[in-house]
């Protein structure tokens, strides 16, 4: 599952201290919904986001005081859709399953190889 890009990301409306974010994302899939609305409440200043999965759009509501809307959209903005802290609930970093994996494939390798020298060694002895 991929995370909605910030191109998908618009303002439909704004009143100070409330956007509506158009994306057309959360119109696709529930856990695009979960993920933004994660994002925006982490953000300094937001108070609530309620996304709506039939309209494709998500409510936010923050403190003027505390942010604005140049600041939630930058910041949405400036994380890419595959920033590891930005996966969707569930979805693995394959970056470190990758690592994962190469590091087994080397630990069984050098077993193997101690192996084989240690049965070399007691045959030549």
Not at 30 to 43: E, F, G, I, K, N
Not at 60 to 80: G, P
Request: net charge positive; aromatic share 2%.
């Amino acid at each position: 599952m991929d995370v909605p890009s910030s191109a998908e990301i618009e303002v439909a409306h704004e009143v100070a201290g409330r956007l509506r974010l158009q994306v057309r994302a959360l119109a696709r899939n529930p856990q695009h919904a979960v993920w933004l609305r994660r994002q925006l409440l982490s953000l300094p200043g937001v108070i609530r986001a309620k996304p709506n999965l039939t309209t494709g759009s998500i409510v936010v509501e923050y403190a003027s005081d505390a942010t604005n809307r140049d600041l939630i959209l930058a910041s949405l903005r400036r994380h890419t859709p595959t920033a590891p802290e930005l996966r969707p609930p569930g979805q693995p970093d394959t970056r470190i399953l990758t690592t994962l994996g190469e590091r087994l494939a080397q630990v069984i390798a050098e077993y193997l190889v101690n192996r084989a020298a240690t049965a070399l060694v007691a045959r030549i002895i």
